[in-house]
């Protein structure tokens, strides 16, 4: 437990702190990136992205032994998954414009195709000089806790420069992952900014590899951004929330392995991310399960409600029994009629029912139905629109309802 | 050299075979349904399967592995579904949370439970080990008339002989069906076909095919095998059923060839070892791909522009 405060207020040595921050750093990056692509509903091609990086790594490891080097050099190393993982993004975007098979299907075979050649290029390091190649595997699920300070220092400058790239191309992303029409109209080039939008996640996958994986980074770019949908409709708020539900995962997740030595970083931080997705998925305010499920219940009732005392004061006769049941629990009815309470609301809905039928004849090119008898009036019609309507429901142009 | 040829490299050639054509015949539908990653996000949830089946049986044995493999596939495929709906998300997004997650936890086990004394490491899920599946007995042509020795055939063998033979069946029994579902749901709605029926069995006979071949080719070359055959069969041809007959040719060649390639290859560079069969097999199948994206007879779509 120690250690677990001593790492979460970045005291827990040098190299962890480098370490966390690197992490929290990757996950705003990944996060926020991640949001541009989940909106544009592209958010598969980042797993082909991160896939398509092992064979680069691969070939950059035989050419740096070839030429003399270690193999190890992480900048080498990098470079070359970017490169790859660049072929591979072009030909997704080059079969499903030269040839008729979806994207889906080009995201498939790119993913499949590349991380058999990795696989292969593997194999091929392994015989080559037995022990030297040592390292190359953490690329497919991350390091543990052990991580060098080299590679923590690219993950930490990549990771900021990542965020400073989405800040200042936030305006063409946003709006293009918000309305892709509205940007073509006032003279945005679509496809370069996909491009610019592919090569930031293209960045966050090579800098995160390290750490979490080049098949856990997907999750980073994917899960903050989902979670994030569930808090705010507006894109530039889902951006700011992805980011800080990644950064989060990010923290959270490098403190608890760096006191737990057992956990590897890269999983645990998925794990994280996971927990605030499930956790958002039932108890956002807005769009959660539980909201949902308690809305919909409550328009239910209103529906019922209204529709049967409606029905009462006409002096017919309510038949659905869920609707008899509510007006019973409620205080509204008794077997012999309505209850003064209920007599007082019928006044009340009856005064809003009638406003609804003026409102239909004074904005006739209104579409007014999506709310008629289910919200009230106020929460449709502005108070100007509002008071012309009651303006005319006192000449003598409109007829009321009334019930006796 | 026949008998070298038999002994070692006969068997894992025939298991390339049989698996790609298993991944390959569902993929078929499965891209034209809009559908081909889901045969991704299977494949990844493999490994959770088998990490928590050997927690629960202590054991490393096939059937466990396989049962608890397709059971993560079940649910990842069931959560899938959930996320989609309760959440209103779109699916490729759904899928990449259910997948990621279930992957990243299978990790975290495995790194928590002491698996490091059996053989049971994610390397291995991922790659798969075609090349140890070899039949040592053999002794020439004639050991494929010799009961006896037939036995000694390796047990993964005669399990994707099944599997595959079962896919193969359901499709030539379920042929109808699965055309009419596959090109227009309204009209086979309209002619009493339950085509969510057909779809959730579709993705069952996905999820059979991915746990079989992650058995011997390792779980992500399943994804080449899925997609790449049938998508080069779909460039070959505009009749459903030559581009399934195309797309056991391609898996064929790419399992024939690959395999070659990476046994044999290296040696003629002069090098004595082997590379990986399973990705070698990825990448021929990807060749293949490639040449009919470039010339295959059917590869535009109508009014595509040609550049």
Known sequence: MNTFVQAMLFQAGYNVALVTVGAILLGIAAGSAGTFLFLRKRALVSDAIAHATLPGIGVAFIIMIWLGGDGRSILGLLCGSAITALIGLFIIEWIPRRTRLPEDAAIGSVLGVFFGAGIVLLTVIQTMSSGRQAGLESFLLGSTAGMLFQDAIVIAIGGFFSILGIWIARRPLTIVSFDKDYAISVGYDVRQIDLLMMGLVLGVTVIGMKLVGLILIVAMLIIPAVTARFWSNRTDEVVVIAGFLGGLSGYIGAVLSASAPSLPTGPIIVMIAIVLFVLSLFLAPNSGVFSTFIERRKTKSNIHRRQGLLTIAKGENVVSSFTRKLLANEGLSRSDGLTDKGKKLVTKILIDENRWIAAKEVYPDKDMNINYGIKLIEETLTKEELLKVDQYIKSHKFKSITYD | ?307
């Open chain 2, 1 to 307: 050299m026949i008998n070298e040829f038999i002994q070692f490299s006969l068997t894992p050639i025939l298991i390339g075979i049989l698996a790609g054509i298993s991944c390959a015949v569902p993929g078929n539908f499965l891209i034209l349904k809009r559908q081909a990653l889901i045969g991704d996000a299977i494949s990844h949830v493999v490994l959770p399967g088998i990490v928590v089946a050997f927690i629960f049986t202590g054991v490393i044995s096939t059937i466990p592995m396989l049962l608890g493999a397709a059971g993560a596939a079940l649910v990842a495929v069931i959560l899938i579904e959930i996320i989609k709906r309760l959440g209103k998300i779109e699916p490729g997004a759904a899928m990449g949370v259910v997948f990621t997650g279930m992957f990243a936890l299978g990790v975290l086990i495995l790194e928590q439970t002491d698996t490091s004394k059996v053989h049971l490491d994610v390397e291995h899920a991922l790659m798969g080990n075609l090349e140890s599946l070899i039949w040592l007995k053999a002794q020439g042509w004639q050991s494929l008339f010799d009961l006896d020795v037939l036995k000694t055939l390796p047990d993964e063998l005669f399990r994707i002989i099944f599997v595959c033979g079962f896919i193969l069946s359901l499709t030539v029994i379920f042929w109808r069906w699965l055309k009419i579902v596959t090109f227009d749901e309204e009209y086979a709605r309209t002619i009493g076909i339950h085509s969510s029926i057909i779809n959730f069995s579709l993705v069952i006979i996905t999820a059979i095919a991915a746990v079989a071949a992650f058995e011997s080719v390792g779980s992500i070359i399943v994804i080449a095998m899925f997609i790449c055959p049938p998508a080069a069969a779909r460039l070959m041809t505009n009749k459903l059923g030559i581009q399934v007959i195309w797309s056991i040719v391609f898996a064929i060649l790419a399992a024939i060839f690959g395999y070659i390639i990476a046994g044999y290859g290296p040696l003629w560079f002069g090098s004595k070892n082997s590379v990986s069969a399973a990705g070698m097999i990825a990448v021929v199948s990807g060749i293949i791909l490639l040449l009919t994206c470039m010339y295959g007879p059917c590869r535009e779509s109508v009014g595509q522009k040609k550049d």
